[in-house]
């Protein structure tokens, strides 16, 4: 089944507005995870690294300003795009590690489309 | 920096066809290279992986080497089928799990019956 699970799939949001994603680590606790975004034709790109209980970790070139990363629980983090614009479509997706092979897990990813 | 270079696609065979997808990078140090699939509607799952030169990795009848002396990790499968539709992502990691990974384009493939 499942190890991680990413919510909403597909989200359709206005010019402007907020949209929160979610990502949950199923039956285990996560400290850490990882948020990625892919654009048309290009590759699956870090933006931030997600850390229980303190800041994000944002990879250059990302705004922790507008990318707002909440990693408030060991099973949950969270992704706000903030003032969406329709250049920030996009599909995101979130992973975590586990196990002693460290082996990465992915969640079903998100579809954002900003009109 | 790191990169992955795949080939692009959509790469579309017909069923029992042999499968390439090639795969080369730039690294810094040694990485972990990873294959993986994401099946429509559904998360990226870990095809395979190789950890050090020479390594070969295999799942599901795929198989991948680690050939450092061409930075290479190309993916085969010797008779696909409509099931192995899928988006393939060649990557590499630096650290291990917990690091970051880096991630080629992905190689849209479709077998058609």
């Known amino acids: 089944g499942a190890v991680v699970s990413q919510h909403p799939s597909w989200v359709i949001c206005k010019s402007g507005t907020s949209v929160k994603i979610e990502c949950r680590s199923l039956?285990?606790?996560?400290?850490?995870m990882f948020w990625y975004r892919q654009f048309p034709k290009q590759s699956l790109m870090l933006m931030a690294t997600?850390?229980?209980?303190?800041?994000?970790?944002?990879e250059q070139g990302v705004e922790k300003d507008k990318f707002l990363i909440n990693h408030a629980s060991l099973t949950l983090s969270t992704l706000t795009v903030t003032s969406a614009h329709p250049e920030d479509s996009s599909f995101y997706i979130c992973?975590?590690?586990?196990?002693?092979?460290?082996?990465?897990?992915f969640g079903e990813g998100s579809w954002l489309t900003v009109v | 920096g790191d990169s992955v270079t795949q080939m692009e696609g959509p790469v579309t065979l017909s069923e029992e066809a042999f499968l390439t997808i090639n795969c080369t990078y730039t690294a810094t140090g040694y990485p972990s290279l990873f294959w993986y699939v994401q099946y429509p509607g559904e998360g990226l799952q870990l095809l395979l992986k190789?950890?050090?030169?020479?390594d070969k990795g295999s799942n599901k009848g795929f198989e991948a080497t680690y050939r450092k002396e061409t930075t290479s990790f190309h993916l085969e499968k010797g008779s696909v089928q409509v099931s192995d539709s899928a988006v393939y992502f060649c990557a590499l990691s630096l650290s291990g799990g917990y690091q970051k990974v880096t991630f080629g384009t992905g190689t849209k493939l479709q077998v058609i019956p």
């Open positions: 190789a950890t050090k030169a020479d």
């Open positions: 997600s850390n229980e209980g303190s800041k994000a970790t944002y």
């Open positions: 992973s975590v590690g586990r196990g002693e092979g460290n082996t990465i897990y």
């Open positions: 039956d285990f606790q996560a400290t850490t």
